[in-house]
Each structure stands twice: as structure tokens, then as C-alpha cells.
């Protein structure tokens, strides 16, 4: 897998605070776009598991 564009999520409109996303070899980077110096990253395997717990409510005790 090659790198790839920053991507931002069409609900973002032209929004500032949104979470970008984008793989680079294997891996997916996650960043805010006003801190676009601060860079998550992580397999594409656990942001599924964490996507897939914050759908089904999994991390609703920590709000």
C-alpha cells in the first residue's frame, strides 16, 4: 500500500475541525486538521475494532 492524500469526510464542508485520514505502507494515520502536527497512527485492523466499538456503543460509559 502506498502513501496516500490527507482525505477529510464530506460532512466536514469546508470546516477546519475535522479528522483527517490516509495510509502510508500498510499503516493509517489519523489527524485533526487544525493540528495537522499531530499524527495517529495505527494498523487497519484496530481502527476497524475501534469504529466498530464506538457503533455499537461500547465506549459509552466513558461520556
Known amino acids: 500500500m ?4 490527507w482525505q477529510k469526510s464530506s460532512y466536514s464542508a469546508a470546516n477546519n475541525e475535522c479528522l483527517e485520514v490516509r495510509t502510508v ?8 486538521s ?9 494498523t487497519p485492523t484496530a481502527l476497524a475494532a ?8 461500547e465506549f459509552n460509559h466513558h461520556a
Do not use: P, Q, W
Not at 502506498?2 to 492524500?5: A, R, S
Not at 505502507?25 to 485533526?32: F, I, K, P, T
Not at 475501534?50 to 456503543?57: A, C, R
Open 2 to 5: 502506498t502513501e496516500t492524500e
Open 25 to 32: 505502507s500498510g499503516a493509517v494515520e489519523l489527524r485533526e
Open 34 to 42: 487544525d493540528e495537522g502536527h499531530l499524527t495517529l497512527r495505527t
Open 50 to 57: 475501534l469504529l466498530h466499538g464506538i457503533k455499537t456503543g
